[in-house]
């Protein structure tokens, strides 16, 4: 790029006069930006510095020694980590047990019933598969206190309120997004292709996991993403809808945790935080290049 | 080929559409387009497989509740079995609410102070990490990190921090409400500025090289190609990231109830008002306060809100929409 501007430069004969002068004070503008950015990365880094600092402190020193580093006294050393793993009368494994089944299955279910259901909708679309497809997008604006009580109510007839369940409730309110990526995507691939299918004697299942399927897969990973990002870190309908006493997720059991406020260790539940935290943070670094293209295609879609 | 034998070629399959009688309009309506299609009539045989899990689950998830939201809303109600209709005095209830009307101001406020420092910053980092600077990879994957920390989380490392600040001036972020205000303000465009920041890039990066290099050669300095090119470029990536905001901004739950869950409390007029309360939170604690008498009330504001978001979002369609016609 830097190659390809300089070539420019030579062929403009204006900035060919200029080229010294401005060329350093460019260079010197550059390096203060950087400055400036790295500074704001360091400060954009510091709340996750203070919670690693703050889980190696005692109870006291999180409150009255923030910002600073635990030496002597302070120093708590792991015993928040072994004290957090059985604080708030819930062990924090199951709470991270309940997050990754819910979260797996439920993106998974989506994944895969959304995908079949855009598919039949951009293709047959007819009157029914119509109004399923705009009842889906209407469904992404409704904000989750308008269904809040009567959608808890009805998890709860219908016995949803476990871990192995509560995929169906995810399915049937997170459907509108990944319905309306899909079918978008689905137009723009041709018919033919699936035609061709058809008339060498391809039925309906074959043709959509055989031919359909691959194609679909960048799509997949997009909604795949917003989806593990919005399930992992919800809070209300998994509290609304499961068993609390029985099926705690991470924000729930963190949420516990500060309804006793005052009570609680709170070194221990820095410790916490931070061993919530640190899987996302792997999760992000390893998969960072699809989590940026799936937020990207979901924004401009959504 | 010529034109004019394009056009004989064409015109058949013209007229064909033009001449499509009302009935096989109703019926091409009712069926769909591809209705011949090799691919179509087989497929249809397996409408229970294809579109039943998502269409059950979808009834179950949202189409049901949200039908039982608007009917109990004109009820009173503690559990859905006792349900009475009264009518619109729900509504009134609502409207009356000093609570529901302090936390409905002071969403719009947040939401637009946020809307602002939000898109001016993430702007300000998407066009700066685009000028080709060393070490752009790195301050990208950095700033977008904290959208992946849930809000309950969060709100809960921000309130540690906050009250870490404040203990040294004797006060903390439960006591003093424009501490609240502002720092939740801190905490979202801590969260939000990485994920506009995305939004933005990809909207620089779309705009064409050759368009900024003629903006160059014409003599135009980097403020004049700034303002006259790439902003009225960026134009949708702008409008995507405004709404985006706006309505984070006005559905914000999980944050409000982490950091400082409507604290600190002022009787006014009689009636204790939670000063940092937005509204997702005060149609929460509606809900589930102590006495379960008011959850007739709870979900006429509920429907009142949905309806204030969805404007918002059908706005934003619309405004995009209209934007697609121009280009």
């Known amino acids: ?302 | 080929m010529t034109n004019d034998e394009l056009a004989t070629k064409n015109e058949p399959l013209q007229n064909e559409e033009v001449h499509e009688s009302p009935l096989a309009k109703l019926s091409r309506f009712y069926w769909g387009k591809n209705r011949k299609s090799p691919l179509t009539r087989p497929l249809r045989k397996w409408f229970i497989l294809f579109l039943g899990p998502v269409t059950a689950a979808f009834i179950i998830g949202f189409v049901w509740p949200f039908l039982q939201g608007i009917y109990l809303s004109l009820c009173n109600f503690q559990l859905i079995k006792d349900a009475k209709f009264v009518g619109f005095g729900n509504y009134i209830k609502a409207f009356t609410d000093a609570s529901f009307m302090r936390s409905f101001w002071y969403t719009a406020l947040f939401a637009i102070v946020s809307l602002l420092l939000i898109n001016i910053l993430a702007f300000a980092v998407a066009y700066a990490l685009t000028l080709g600077i060393k070490g752009s990879n790195l301050f990208r994957t950095v700033f977008f990190m904290p959208n992946l920390i849930g809000g309950i989380v969060l709100g809960y490392i921000w309130s540690m921090i906050f009250d870490g600040v404040l203990s040294a001036f004797g006060t903390s972020i439960v006591q003093n409400s424009t501490w609240g205000f502002w720092g939740l303000i801190i905490l979202m465009c801590w969260q939000q500025i990485g994920y506009m920041m995305i939004i933005y890039i990809a909207g620089l990066n779309a705009i064409p090289e050759d368009m900024l290099e003629a903006a160059k050669i014409d003599g135009a300095n980097k403020w004049q190609t700034l303002w006259r090119v790439t902003i009225p470029n960026l134009m949708p990536s702008i409008t995507i990231c405004t709404f985006l905001s706006l309505t984070n901004g006005f559905k914000l739950f999980d944050q409000n109830l982490a950091l400082t869950s409507g604290q600190p409390i002022v009787m006014q007029d009689g009636v204790p008002i939670k000063q940092t309360e937005m509204l997702a939170l005060n149609i929460y604690n509606t809900f589930y306060s102590s006495n379960n008498s008011a959850r007739g009330t709870a979900q006429a504001k509920a429907v009142i809100f949905f309806i204030l978001v969805a404007a918002i979002g059908l706005a934003q369609l619309a405004y995009t929409r209209k934007k697609e016609v121009q280009q």
Request: positive net charge; contains cysteine.
């Open chain 1, 1 to 302: 790029m830097k190659l390809k501007k300089g070539s420019d430069a030579a062929v403009n004969p204006h900035e060919d006069m200029l080229k010294g002068s401005k060329l350093s004070n460019e260079k010197k503008q550059r390096k203060a930006l950087t400055i400036v950015l790295a500074v704001i990365c360091i400060v954009y880094v510091f709340p996750v510095l203070a919670v690693v600092v703050n889980s190696f402190k005692t109870n006291t020193a999180v409150k009255t020694n923030t910002f600073e580093l635990p030496f002597g006294e302070m120093w708590a050393g792991f015993d928040n980590f072994i004290k957090g793993m059985t604080f708030g009368n819930y062990p924090f494994i199951e709470s991270v047990k309940n997050s990754l089944i819910i979260t797996l299955i439920s993106t998974a279910l989506i994944v895969i019933c959304t995908s079949m259901a855009a598919w039949y909708v951009a293709r047959v679309n007819s009157l029914f598969c119509k109004v399923i497809y705009y009842l889906c997008v209407f469904s992404m604006v409704v904000p989750f206190q308008m269904v809040m009580f009567t959608l808890s109510k009805t998890a709860d007839n219908l016995n949803l309120n476990t871990p192995w369940t509560i995929p169906i409730i995810y399915l049937g309110f997170g459907a509108g997004l990944a319905i309306f990526m899909f079918v978008g995507f689905v137009k723009s691939i041709p018919i033919e292709i699936e035609e061709a299918a058809a008339i060498d004697g391809c039925g309906p299942i074959r043709t959509y996991f055989m031919i359909v399927f691959p194609m679909l897969r960048p799509t997949m990973i997009s909604v795949a993403i917003l989806e593990i990002m919005w399930i992992w870190n919800d809070y209300l309908l998994p509290y609304l809808v499961l068993d609390i006493n029985e099926y705690r997720t991470i924000p729930i059991h963190i949420q516990y945790l500060k309804g006793s406020y005052g009570t609680v260790d709170l070194g221990a539940t820095m410790a916490i935080i931070l061993m919530s935290i640190i899987p996302v943070i792997v999760f992000y670094l390893i998969c960072q290049k699809y989590i940026i293209k799936g937020v990207a295609a979901g924004a401009v879609k959504g």
